[in-house]
């Protein structure tokens, strides 16, 4: 039986499982993958202690520390269910059952989907969710960047390095996302921002060979070889259907990181926390293993 299973091994994840590890719990990280969203970023310069860093070196460091604690973890499984019975949490999973008495959900946040003709026919042909994972493919090439927020503002500057040109297609009247990054990418040279525009298909052949959108009731054809999809984040909640979730699917959770589910803990960009900021879901992630400790104490297990 063991003290915690962490769901998640993100920056909430990791940090928690490290927290555990440092009180002696008896503990399981089971992940899809390692790193996160932090895995996906570009450049990093607002996280403590780095001047800049980019988000794979970031996340490589984030796992280094929780490898030194020989943190059990089972990578590559997929969180299908959790349940409470009594006082045990049961986490099932596409390769096996585990069970705990807590548990803390940091299992993140995933990308939206346009859900337009042609998005799901170009994946990996060219449509792309991870500017840091595929952007070096289109080196040379036009693509475009669909978003507005400081996830498109993020791949856009990663691709602006890379590609000929970079086209941003928002939806919104004015980008959204930090003031810093919207004044980095306007001085690009080789940016073109295209506010008030929503995309209609995809077009292509083998590959992606263009995007059609629609801007101020106007249809017109952009010729790109690349699209990536930055058009914002839902969270991997689905699987905890008995805890309270908020009308965007974010875990509720307290100052303590509490879910309604006593014994259940949340952190992260899973959680209705306002904020989704590298650094503040590793804070969240120290504060669900403090409390699960607390909650093994007061307990008696």
């Known amino acids: 039986m063991l003290d915690l299973i962490v769901i998640g091994a993100g920056p909430a994840g990791i940090t928690a499982s490290v927290y555990a590890a440092r009180k002696k719990m008896e503990l399981l990280v089971i992940s899809k993958d390692i790193g996160g969203q932090a895995a996906w970023s570009g450049d990093i310069e607002n996280y403590t202690g780095f001047q800049f860093i980019t988000g794979p070196e970031l996340a490589a460091k984030f796992e280094e520390h929780m490898r030194k604690f020989g943190i059990r973890l089972k990578e590559g499984e997929g969180v299908i269910a959790l349940e409470k019975k009594g006082a045990i949490v049961t986490v099932t999973t596409d390769k096996g059952t585990y069970e705990a008495k807590t548990a803390i959900i940091a299992s993140g946040k995933r990308s939206k989907q346009l859900n337009c003709p042609g998005e799901k026919e170009y994946k990996n042909r060219g449509l792309t969710y991870c500017a840091t994972c595929d952007g070096p493919l289109f080196a040379g090439k036009d693509v475009a960047v669909i978003g507005g927020g400081n996830s498109a503002l993020d791949a856009a500057l990663q691709l602006v390095r ?30 073109t921002v295209l506010n008030n525009a929503s995309v209609i298909q995809i077009l292509g052949d083998k590959f992606v060979e263009g995007v059609k959108i629609k801007k101020e009731n106007k249809e017109e054809t952009l010729a790109v070889s690349g699209v990536f999809v930055e058009i914002g984040l839902m969270p991997n909640s689905e699987f905890a259907e008995a805890i309270e979730k908020n009308e965007r699917g974010e875990i509720k959770i307290n100052a303590y990181n509490e879910t309604n589910c006593p014994g259940v803990f949340a952190a992260g960009d899973v959680t209705d926390c306002p904020e989704k900021q590298i650094i503040i879901a590793a804070g969240e992630g120290s504060k669900a293993a403090l409390s699960a400790f607390r909650y093994l104490i007061q307990h008696n297990f």
């Open 162 to 191: 890379i590609a000929r040109s970079v086209s941003v297609v928002n939806i919104t009247p004015r980008l959204g996302g930090d003031p810093v990054m919207q004044d980095k990418l306007i001085q690009s040279k080789n940016v």
